[in-house]
Structures are given as C-alpha cells and as structure tokens.
Nanobody
Framework: QVQLVESGGGLVQAGGSLRLSCAVS????????MGWFRQAPGKERELVSA????????HYADSVKGRFTISRDTAKNTVYLQMNSLKPEDTAVYYC????????????WGQGTQVTVSS
C-alpha cells in the first residue's frame, strides 16, 4: 500500500507559479509511475503529467506542455509538479496518484490540493 500526501496548492494570479509536492510513503518500490491529475468543477478528472519512477520518463497533457514540469526525488520519495505561466483554466483540485505496474491503473491517490488562478 502506498500513501500519498500533496501540498503546495494555493491562490495565485494568472502568469504566476506554484510548485506542488507529493510525499510518497509505504511500498514505494512497487510504484511504476506517478501521476498528477486535476479536476475542475463540472469537469472530468484529467491526467496532467506523469513520470515513470525508475526511468524518469515524462508525459504531459497538451494543455500544460511548456508550462508544467514534473520531477521526482528518489531519495526523498517525493514527486513535484512545477507550474509556471498559470492560467485561470488551470484552476482545479490537483491529485497525486501512484500506479503499481505498467499495465495497471492508478490505484493509490492523495487527498488533493486546491489550485486557484485568478485573472
């Protein structure tokens, strides 16, 4: 079982930056990949970015490419999402999630952190 705790959300003006952190505890060796998802009111949850834990390979949604950067610190068992040039449409609850295998689903989730971008 993997436990995930997000932090770093908040209120920021458009064009500003925030860095989200996700502290991972438990069976981290079983985490194949880590992802950041977001869900805005009235919208479906979407995958924003993901990273393969061991190889460091990264994926980004088209809507955040060039603005967001995912990274991980294997010594601290922490995943980060650096968000720059934030837009009002980035406003959402952001969730960190873990995926145990390449073929499996994201099955461990954090509690979420609110990101609000004002115009």
């Amino acid at each position: 079982q993997v436990q995930l705790v997000e932090s770093g959300g908040g209120l920021v003006q458009a064009g500003g930056s925030l860095r989200l952190s996700c502290a991972v505890s438990g069976r981290t060796f079983s985490s194949y990949a880590m992802g950041w998802f977001r869900q805005a009111p009235g919208k479906e949850r979407e995958l924003v970015s993901a990273i393969i834990w061991s190889a460091g390979l990264m994926h980004y949604a088209d809507s955040v490419k060039g603005r967001f950067t995912i990274s991980r610190d294997t010594a601290k068992n922490t995943v980060y999402l650096q968000m720059n040039s934030l837009k009002p449409e980035d406003t959402a609850v952001y969730y960190c999630a873990a995926r145990g295998t390449a073929s499996g689903d994201y099955d461990s989730w954090g509690q979420g952190t609110q990101v609000t971008v004002s115009s």
